[in-house]
């Protein structure tokens, strides 16, 4: 019969161990962009449908997507976006199998990071 007592076994060690590192960290990311997207989009769909069901109704959904809420919620699903965009490109060229090496592994994950902050800041500025 299997051992149930688990008690006196220590947890596994993986927290305290291994630092953050930048190819974690921005598959993490990733994966966070990815469904954090789904805020903003959610935010938009409200806000067509709000269009189309009315003026009174529209001015309430506008004044709360126009708020700094909202527009908290858009730039930071702008910047999603870019992040989210550069993060699948890096994994297209991984798919080549190039860049695999740890260094340049890094330093796509570095591009990502830089890249998507860049392409937010000239988007709202050129917007």
Known sequence: MADVNRGDRPLSPHLTIYRPQITSISSI?????????LLGALLMVWWFLAAAAGPDYFATVDGIVTSWVGDLIMFGSLWAIWYHTLAGVRHLIWDTGAMLEIKRAEMLGWICVGGSVVLTVLTVIVI
């Open 29 to 37: 990311l990733t994966r966070i962009t990815g469904n954090a997207l």
